[in-house]
């Protein structure tokens, strides 16, 4: 599995949400009022996967406890994650961060089509709405980011030696 590619997402947002602005052009008047329950949902969906990379970055980039010394007021390092977790972590952050482009590019599209009827109650309410599901799905999109990124295997000291020498020759 390949990590996920941000200008792919850029361009997910940008088609989906010139499908979505292109088809409420006819069916927004038979649509109901926008649920505004969307913007925390995706929020504490963020604050989850940034809660796990953060604990995931920890965790596999510990420093063995090789040479040092046992301090009784150290917390001791922290348990070593199964690769198969890891693994699971990573197929859940691609997953979301690409869910998250979709629903950022269908509010992106409402917004856009709502742009122009500001002066009527409900669509501006709609149109505010969107915005911030909008913003809400781009923080979940950073978020899986993160977490994608915290899973990915940290290289060796060695390797790192062995790479750089690599690429000067």
Not at 84 to 99: E, F, G, I, P, Q
């Amino acid at each position: 599995m390949k990590p996920s590619r941000p200008l792919f997402l850029i361009a997910l947002v940008a088609v989906v949400a010139v499908i979505t602005w292109a088809v409420l052009r006819s069916a927004y008047m038979s649509l109901p009022p926008l649920p505004w329950t969307a913007v925390p949902t995706l929020l504490l969906l963020a604050l989850g996967e940034g809660f796990t990379g953060l604990n995931v970055l920890r965790r596999l980039r510990r420093k063995p406890m090789e040479g040092r010394r046992s301090d009784p007021n150290r917390r001791p390092a922290p348990k070593p994650l199964e690769p198969m977790a890891v693994a699971r972590l990573a197929a859940l952050a691609k997953a979301s961060a690409h869910s998250a482009a979709v629903i950022a590019g269908v509010f992106a599209g409402f917004a856009a089509s709502l742009a122009s009827s500001l002066d009527k109650a409900t669509p501006r309410q709609d149109f505010f709405v969107s915005g911030g599901t909008f913003l809400a799905a781009v923080v979940l999109v950073g978020a899986a980011f993160f977490l994608e990124y915290a899973c990915r295997v940290p290289k060796d000291p060695g390797e790192e030696e062995r790479d750089r020498g690599a690429s000067r020759a």
